[in-house]
């Protein structure tokens, strides 16, 4: 009910793919045909069918990287209107799992979500999101993105606000310029300003979150930043607010977030 394990990076390693020699994915190219499930912000569908054809991947370094999807399964529960993807990349190995494997051996599926990510970090715009129904995010399962359309965000339901703004709380992307403040493994809890995850622990809260980043803090020395890192981000002192900080989301919040 909106806990969710912290992690630094997106999709992988970075903020919008799997990082690969270097450079990461920055978005995938539709190149004229339509992936089931991945919908624009006004809910229409972006018109790839399944299994079989090669996609053109977008590297940070302008570089271009071919993808095929191998496995289309869909998710269940609230989730059920969400697609998962086994996609590969062709490497001079030959075809790789995009998302690497589980304990198991096998492929972790990714998340078709429309738009891109800046993977640039401490400058301004870095960590925006960017819709377009040109390209798309293959979000890799257990990680940021992909964690925070399954508890709730997709675009295609009108929620792009509160995936943006759990993309900045969960990487812990106070300054809003795309650097992070946070360990792997923290556990946080988090709930909204529409009701899609309600409050239901008891915690300290830690801030109110909007697309750019952290809207407030309550102290510093309880955050992530100092608590795990022991590190402060230049734009903490104009966060801090105190007591007043996620009391309600009557001051623009987005979410907010709690630590045990």
């Not at 990082?19 to 229409?44: A, E, I, K, Q, Y």
């Not at 059920?80 to 494997?101: I, K, M, R, T």
């Not at 996620?246 to 001051?251: I, T």
């Amino acid at each position: 009910n909106g806990v969710s394990l912290n992690g630094v990076s997106l999709n992988g390693v970075s903020l919008n793919g799997v990082s690969l020699n270097g450079v990461s994915l920055n978005g995938v190219s539709l190149n004229g045909v339509s992936l089931n499930g991945t919908r624009s912000d006004d809910g229409s569908q972006l018109t790839v069918n399944t299994v079989g054809p090669t996609l053109t991947a977008t590297l940070s370094n302008g570089a271009t990287l071919p993808l095929k999807v191998e496995r289309v399964s869909q998710l269940t529960g609230a989730n059920s209107d969400v697609s998962a993807y086994d996609v590969v990349f062709e490497s001079d190995g030959g075809w790789q799992p995009l998302c690497g494997n589980d304990a198991a051996g096998a492929p972790i599926a990714a998340l078709a979500v429309s738009g891109v990510w800046n993977t640039e970090t401490g400058v301004t715009g870095g960590g925006a999101y960017a819709a377009t129904t040109s390209s798309f995010t293959f979000a890799c399962r257990h990680k940021t993105i992909a964690k925070c359309v399954e508890l709730g965000y997709k675009t295609w339901t009108g929620r792009t606000s509160q995936l943006e703004s759990c993309v900045r709380l969960i990487r812990g992307d106070f300054c809003g310029d795309g650097t992070p403040y946070t360990a792997d493994g923290a556990t946080l809890n988090l709930y909204d300003n529409v009701g899609i995850q309600t409050d239901t622990n008891a915690w300290m809260i830690e801030g109110e979150w909007t697309p750019a980043g952290a809207r407030c803090i309550t102290q510093p020395r309880l955050t992530r930043f100092q608590q795990q890192l022991g590190i402060t981000p230049p734009c903490a002192a104009q966060l801090s607010s105190g007591a007043n900080c996620g009391v309600s989301f009557a001051n623009g919040a987005v979410l907010i977030d709690e630590l045990p």
